[in-house]
């Protein structure tokens, strides 16, 4: 256990620290003088500013989204190739139980949901909605969000197919369109809330596998 907690430990802080580090070198040369770095990337108490039905009927719809299995739709072939690959970061934890949990936490929470919400929501999404909208904003990082998972498995070499990197920019596409719109639309700008749904989801992915 031990062993996995200091790997997922060292991979929180790298990811963090190249997630960060083009938003931060942004806010250093730009916006320094006018606010600081938390509040300009989102990092600060969220505040509910829509009608509380609206944030249930969010609520209803990412569940039935965060359930729905597009693996069903894959062939067996494309989805032995992902269950089998090490560059699939929940496989990590396959067939490992209780002791996956706490470095899954660290993993799920810091590198993936902190690192990634600071630069996908917290500098592009605002970045972008500042100068094209909200509207268009949240959809433009939202495709970043998508191409990004898939250019990570074109570099890590998996031999997944066409149909499978269309399924996987549609429903990581989709996840990134939703969480910015919580930031967004319905609180008060904070990357809070999209830092613990996206850990959230991460974790039971990972939980399913360990212990699967």
Known sequence: MLEFTISSVKTAVANTIVFAFIPLIWWFIKHRKEVGFFEWIGLYKPQLKSKVWVLALFAVLYYFFYNFDFTKLVNPETLKE????SSVAANTFAGIGTMAI???LIENFVANGLAEEILYRGFLCKRFCEKLGTSKGIIL???LFGLMHNIIYIIAGLNVGLWYH??????TGTGALLLGYLNEKIFNGSIVPSILLHGTGNFI???LVAFA
């Open 82 to 85: 992902i269950e089998n690959s």
């Open 102 to 104: 706490l470095p899954a």
């Open 141 to 143: 990082q939202a495709v």
């Open 166 to 171: 269309t399924l996987t920019f549609i429903f």
């Open 205 to 207: 992915a990972s939980m």
